[in-house]
T-cell receptor, first 113, second 114 residues
């Protein structure tokens, strides 16, 4: 099994619908992140969580919300999806005490029509 | 706050030729530097990292990068590329210290031609 698992892998949804993207990890890392990837823009940070009770907005948090249900689970919600939220979404984890850099999931490709 | 600039959005190169992917960063404090690779339909994988010590860092798949503090650069090189190196490459920086939050560049698409 992958260290960082994202579900679903692909999703098509309609404008105005609520959608949740899920991320779970078996790395035992305390920190988790949600990124959005658009062609030519690299990765933009949406939200990050340093532990279950510590959640922070990233650079593009408008229109998104998150929930850290447990150390291993971090979900991203789009309350009312709009077409410009069509993108590839990545979850990542890191360990504040050991190691450097992030471990990424395989991504969720979201299309809002 | 730190920032990263990847100077080339696309780099085409013929198989077995050398390649350099350029990365410049901006930060007012000391930094850690990373290169990640993203193969089609996959997540990002760590290629190599610079934390301290030797400025020449070797990574997986024959890649290496050199940290140049005076030029605030961390360019990625490979002496001879293969078709399988076709991927998108991301440079990332974090300020050294407890936060270690990464800021990514916009990516460079490396295409290796036969």
């Amino acid at each position: 099994d992958a260290d960082v698992t994202q579900t679903p892998r692909n999703r098509i949804t309609k404008t105005g619908k609520r959608i949740m993207l899920e991320c779970s990890q078996t790395k035992g890392h305390d920190r988790m992140y949600w990124y959005r990837q658009d062609p030519g823009l690299g990765l933009q940070l949406i939200y990050y969580s340093f532990d279950v009770k510590d959640i922070n907005k990233g650079e593009i948090s408008d229109g998104y919300s998150v929930s850290r249900q447990a150390q291993a689970k971090f979900s991203l919600s789009l309350e009312s999806a709009i077409p410009n939220q069509t993108a590839l979404y990545f979850c990542a984890t890191s360990d504040s005490q050991r190691g450097y850099g992030y471990t990424f999931g395989s991504g969720t490709r979201l299309t809002v029509v | 706050a730190q920032s990263v600039t990847q100077l080339d959005s696309q780099v085409p190169v013929f198989e077995e030729a050398p390649v350099e992917l350029r990365c410049n960063y901006s930060s007012s404090v000391s930094v850690y530097l990373f290169w990640y690779v993203q193969y089609p339909n996959q997540g990002l994988q760590l290629l190599l990292k610079y934390l301290s010590g030797s400025t020449l860092v070797k990574g997986i798949n024959g890649f290496e990068a050199e940290f140049n503090k005076s030029q605030t650069s961390f360019h990625l090189r490979k002496p001879s590329v293969h078709i399988s190196d076709t991927a998108e490459y991301f440079c990332a920086v974090s300020e050294s210290g407890s936060a270690r939050q990464l800021t990514f560049g916009s990516g460079t698409q490396l295409t290796v031609l036969p």
